[in-house]
């Protein structure tokens, strides 16, 4: 039983295509992030929903629109996909609102190859 | 504005050494801080935070670590590592964001284990 998964784990698409990713969490969390990992490792939060609202957008370009169609689910859709998106795209949650202080879950990344 | 800076990108160690990664963080306000793991090709998962209390936290998999609030550091330690034990650790502190707090990472430190 994976507590939070995503959907694909590869992605590899051409410059200009529109994706998707998604992801699911069974924990009966509130809160859901999206992050972005660099090829350096360098992990940055994108955004963050609480039940379904939008809490937070880290300054993310309009290309990346994420969607909860429910409390279990966040979904990141990318449109006109360019070079500098191809990194690992993690999806995470946690209990409360207030993520930064519980601990988050994470999935296992979703590898975003840009050609 | 908090930041965390891990001053190492890289630690090679023997097999039953003893080993700390180090973490430095900057706050202005009230900090929390966490350490996190990754192992190859998976998410990350949290070994151990520091909220208030004791200034030494145990976590998961026999580490630990001390809260120095005059030296503003968060380092990691292990009496004895095992080749388990590689892996990328990050370090993260919880900042405020629209009321809301999320966390900010390091950039990593690879602990190398080799027999």
């Known amino acids: 039983d994976t507590a939070v998964s995503q959907t694909p784990k590869y992605l590899v698409t051409q410059m200009g295509n529109d994706k998707s990713i998604k992801c699911e969490q069974n924990?009966?969390?509130?809160?859901m992030y999206w992050y972005k990992q660099d090829s350096k490792k360098f992990l940055k939060i994108m955004f963050s929903?609480?039940?379904?609202?939008?809490?937070i957008n880290e300054t993310v370009p309009n290309r990346f629109s994420p969607k909860s169609p429910d409390k279990a689910h966040l979904n990141l859709h990318i449109n006109s996909l360019e070079l500098g998106d191809s990194a690992v795209y993690f999806c995470?949650?946690?209990?409360?609102?207030?993520?930064?202080?519980?601990?988050?879950?994470f999935g296992p990344g979703t590898r975003l190859t840009v050609l | 504005a908090q930041s965390v800076t891990q001053l190492d990108s890289q630690v090679p160690v023997f097999e039953e050494a003893p080993v700390e990664l180090r973490c430095n963080y900057s706050?202005?306000?009230?900090?929390?801080l966490f350490w996190y793991v990754q192992y190859p090709n998976q998410g990350l998962q949290l070994l151990l935070k520091?909220?208030?209390?004791?200034?030494l936290v145990k976590g998961i998999n026999g580490f630990e670590a001390e809260f120095n609030k005059s030296q503003t550091s968060f380092h990691l330690r292990k009496p004895s590592v095992h080749i388990s034990d590689t892996a990328e650790y990050f370090c993260?502190?919880?900042?405020?964001?629209?009321?809301?707090?999320?966390?900010?990472f390091g950039k990593g430190t690879m602990l190398l284990v080799s027999p």
């Open positions: 995470a949650s946690s209990q409360e609102g207030a993520g930064g202080l519980d601990t988050q879950y």
């Open positions: 929903y609480n039940n379904k609202e939008l809490i």
């Open positions: 924990l009966g969390h509130d809160t």
């Open positions: 993260a502190v919880s900042r405020m964001n629209s009321g809301y707090s999320t966390l900010t």
């Open positions: 706050s202005s306000v009230s900090v929390y």
């Open positions: 520091y909220l208030s209390g004791s200034t």
